[in-house]
C-alpha cells in the first residue's frame, strides 16, 4: 500500500519533475510535443476533476439543506442557478449536447448580465473596504505608521490632477516613491520568492518535502 | 490647354528625372564593389527549428531612407517571394544578443531572422530555401545577383539559457547539500516568525472559543508552487487541529485542490490519531470562480463566526474582501502570500502576515525537521550571492563594465 500512495507518486514526481525542469532548455520540437502532451494531460485531469468539484458542492449544499443549517436558504439558489445554467447549456439554442456551443445563447446572456455583473458587485465593494482598512493602518501611532500615511497621501495626491494644483513637486515625489523605494522593496520580496520557490521544488522533486502527498515522512 | 500640356510635360520630366537620379543613386551607391558583403544564411540556432538567419555586412552607403529586402524561395532560380523589409540602419546583429552575443563588433552586421511557416505556410521546413537581397530608395529597387542557402533544424540545447541552467544547477546544488548537512549538524538557529509562533496561539484560542478555524488556499491551481506550499502548511495545521480537537474547514476554489487537501486533512488526523474527527465536508469546494468563492467564504466567516482564519497562498483582488470580513468578525487572522501586490491588504487587515519567501519556510520552521530547515540556509546564501552581484554589478555598470550586467541576462 505504502509502494502505491508513496513509492510510485514520489518517482512520478521526481521523473517528471527533473525532464519537465531539464525541458526548458531544450528547444527541440520533440520536446516542445512532450510538454504539449503533459500539458494535455493535465487538461484531461482538470476535466475529470470539475465532476468530483461540482459533487463536492452539490453535497455540501444538498446536506445544508437536509439539515436546516444556519442559511440554509441560500442553498436552494444553488441548485436553482445550476439548475438553469445546465439546462441552457445542453439545449445549445436547440441545437443539443453534440453540437458546438451556440454564440449568443441564452447561456451566453445569463452569464453577461448576471454572472458578470454580481461578480462586478462584490468587486466594487472592495473600494468601501479599503477605505475601512486604510483607516484602521494609517493612524499615526508608530513610526511605521506615520511613514505610511505620509508615502500614502504623497502617492494618492501626487496620482490626482489637485496634487499637482497644490505643488508641482508632488507628482514627481509620487513617482519617485514609486519607482525607488516601493520598487525596490518590491524587487527584494521577489528575489526572496523565486528562491524560496526553487527551493520548495527540489525539495518537492527529491521527495524531501512530501506533506503534498498526505500524512508524516 | 497650351498651360495644362505644359504643366503636364514639366510633371513628366520631373517624375521620370526623379525615377531615373534614384536609380542612378543606388547603382552608384551600390555597386559591385559596395554590394552586400558577407551575405551568409544559417539555421537560427536554440530554436525548435523552422527559421533561418541571414547575416550580411552593413554598407557605407546604409541611410535611414534605403531598406533592405530580403526575397525567398524554394529553388535557386525562383520565383522569389518577399520574406523581410528592413531600414537599412536598423537590424543588426548586436540587437539579437542571444545568438551573437554582446562584442561592440556585431553592430557591423545586419540580421534578419526569417520565421519559414510565417512566410510559406504549410511549407516542409527541413528542406533547403534560398535568399537573396534588394536595396530599395523610394520606388527603386536593386536586387542583387548573389543567391544564398541554409536549412532549418530544431536544436537540442538553447545556448541562450546556459546562465540561467548554470545558476539552477548551482543552486540546487547548494540546496542539496545543506540538506544533507542540516542532518548531519541538527540543531540550525532560526530567526522567529511571529506569524508562525502565533499559530498554536490562534488554534488554542479557536479551540477555547468552541469555534472552527478556516484555511483558505489562493485561487492557484495545484501546479502553482504557491499552492504546494500552502498544502504543506495545511497538513501541519491540521495535525495541530486534531490533536486540539476543534473544528478544521478548508474551502477551495479548484477541484483538484479540494482532493489533495482533504487527503492530506485526513492523513493529519490519521497522524494525530483522531481518524473519527475528520469530516470530508468540511474540506470543499465552494466556487471555481474568484468573487463567487469570495462570497462563499465570506459567508461562511459571518455566518459561522470563525475563531482563526489562515489566508495562505497566492491571493488576487480577493485578498482584502476576505481578510477584512475576517477583521470584522473579529477572528484572528495569519496570512502568506508571495503575491506582493496583496502584502499591503493583508499587513493593513491581518493579526500577522508571512511575506514573500517565509511562505515556503513555514512548512519547514512548524516541522523543525532538521532535512527541511537546510534548505533555508541555501535560500540565504543565494540570497547573499544575488545582492553581491547586484552591489558589484551596479558599480561596474556605472563605470561603463556590463559584464555582470550580461552574464545575468535572461533571453
Redesign the interface.
Known amino acids: 500500500m505504502t509502494f502505491l500512495r508513496r513509492t510510485i507518486p514520489l518517482a512520478i514526481c521526481f521523473v517528471l519533475g527533473i525532464t519537465i ?1 531539464f525541458q ?9 510535443a512532450f510538454l504539449e502532451l503533459m500539458t494535455r494531460w ?1 487538461k484531461i ?2 476535466g475529470f ?6 459533487y ?2 452539490f ?2 449544499h444538498f ?1 445544508r439543506i437536509k439539515f436546516k443549517a ?2 440554509w436558504g ?1 442553498s436552494i439558489f444553488v441548485f436553482i442557478g445550476a439548475g438553469i445554467m445546465l439546462f441552457f447549456g445542453f439545449y445549445n439554442e436547440g441545437e443539443g449536447l453534440l453540437a458546438d456551443k451556440q454564440e449568443g445563447s441564452m447561456f451566453d446572456w445569463l452569464y453577461i448580465y448576471v ?1 458578470v455583473p ?2 462586478a458587485t ?2 466594487s ?2 473600494a468601501f ?2 477605505a ?3 483607516y ?2 494609517f493612524r499615526a501611532r508608530t513610526v511605521e505608521s506615520a511613514l505610511l500615511l505620509v508615502a500614502a497621501i504623497i502617492v494618492m495626491l501626487g496620482r490626482v490632477p489637485l496634487g499637482a494644483l497644490i505643488s508641482p513637486y508632488l507628482p514627481l515625489a509620487a513617482d519617485w516613491i514609486m519607482s525607488v523605494p516601493n520598487l525596490a522593496a ?1 524587487r527584494g ?5 523565486s ?10 522533486i ?1 521527495g ?2 512530501r ?7 | 490647354m497650351r498651360l495644362i500640356v505644359s504643366l503636364l510635360c514639366v510633371f513628366i520630366t520631373v517624375v521620370f528625372h526623379g525615377t531615373g537620379a534614384m536609380a542612378q543613386y543606388l547603382e552608384q551607391e551600390f555597386t559591385e564593389s559596395t554590394l552586400p558583403e558577407e551575405l551568409r544564411a544559417f539555421d537560427v540556432p ?4 523552422g527559421s533561418i538567419g541571414l547575416s550580411w555586412k552593413a554598407s557605407p552607403a546604409d541611410s535611414p531612407d534605403v531598406s533592405y529586402i530580403v526575397y525567398v524561395s524554394t529553388s535557386e532560380n525562383g520565383p522569389w517571394q518577399e520574406a523581410a523589409r528592413i531600414t537599412s540602419t536598423t537590424g543588426y546583429k548586436s540587437d539579437a544578443p542571444q545568438y551573437f552575443g554582446f562584442r561592440k563588433k556585431q553592430r557591423n552586421h545586419h540580421f534578419v531572422e526569417i520565421q519559414l511557416q510565417k512566410i510559406l505556410p504549410g511549407s516542409n521546413v527541413e528542406k533547403p530555401y534560398y535568399f537573396k537581397l534588394a536595396v530599395v530608395k523610394g520606388d527603386s529597387v536593386k536586387e542583387f545577383d548573389e543567391v544564398v542557402s541554409a536549412r532549418a533544424k ?5 545556448m541562450s ?1 546556459l546562465n ?2 548554470i545558476i ?1 544547477v548551482v ?2 546544488a547548494l ?2 547539500y545543506f ?1 544533507s548537512h542540516a542532518r548531519r549538524h541538527p540543531g540550525m538557529f532560526l530567526r522567529k516568525i511571529s506569524g508562525l509562533e502565533a499559530v498554536d496561539e490562534a488554534l488554542g484560542r479557536a479551540t477555547e472559543m468552541g469555534r472552527p478555524v478556516l484555511f483558505v488556499h489562493g485561487l492557484t ?1 495545484i ?1 502553482s ?2 499552492t ?2 500552502a ?2 502548511i495545511l ?2 495545521i491540521a495535525t495541530r487541529v486534531a490533536e486540539y480537537d476543534t473544528v478544521l474547514k478548508v474551502v ?1 476554489n ?3 485542490v ?3 487537501s482533504q ?2 486533512v ?3 488526523y ?2 494525530a490519531g483522531r481518524p473519527d474527527a475528520y469530516n470530508q ?1 468540511n474540506v ?9 468563492y ?2 462563499a467564504v465570506a ?1 461562511i466567516m459571518t ?2 463566526k470563525t475563531a482563526a482564519n489562515f489566508f495562505i497562498g497566492f491571493f488576487y ?1 480577493e485578498s ?2 476576505l481578510a ?1 470580513t475576517g ?1 470584522t468578525t473579529g477572528a484572528i487572522q495569519v496570512a502568506a502570500t ?1 503575491s ?1 501586490t496583496q ?1 499591503p ?1 493583508f ?3 491581518c493579526d500577522y502576515t508571512l ?3 517565509e ?3 513555514a ?1 519547514a520552521y512548524l516541522s523543525r ?1 532538521p ?2 530547515l537546510g ?2 540556509r ?2 540565504d546564501i ?2 547573499a550571492v ?1 545582492i553581491g552581484a547586484i552591489f558589484f554589478g551596479t558599480i561596474l555598470s556605472s563605470s561603463g563594465i556590463n559584464f555582470i550586467t550580461q552574464l545575468f541576462t535572461g533571453f
Open positions: 525542469a526548458y532548455y531544450v528547444p527541440n520540437q520533440h520536446s516542445s493535465d485531469i482538470a476533476a470539475v465532476f468530483i468539484g461540482a463536492s458542492l453535497h455540501l446536506s444556519a442559511g441560500y454572472q454580481a461578480g462584490i468587486f465593494i472592495l473596504f479599503m475601512s482598512a486604510a484602521r493602518t518590491k520580496i521577489l528575489l526572496g520568492v528562491l524560496g520557490a526553487i527551493a520548495t521544488s527540489i525539495k518537492i527529491f524531501i518535502e506533506q503534498y502527498l498526505g500524512g508524516g515522512d | 536554440d530554436d525548435a527549428g530544431g536544436n537540442w540545447f538553447n539559457k540561467n541552467l539552477m543552486f540546487s540546496v542539496l540538506i491551481p501546479g508552487i504557491s504546494l506550499a498544502i504543506n497538513s501541519r477551495n479548484d477541484p483538484i479540494m482532493t489533495v487527503e492530506v485526513k492523513e493529519s490519521l497522524e465536508d470543499v469546494m465552494v466556487a471555481s470562480e474568484q468573487f463567487p469570495v462570497v459567508g455566518r459561522e483582488a482584502l474582501l477584512e477583521a508571495d506582493y502584502l491588504f499587513i493593513t487587515t511575506m514573500g519567501e511562505l515556503y519556510a512548512s525537521e532535512m527541511l534548505s533555508l541555501a535560500q543565494g540570497k544575488v
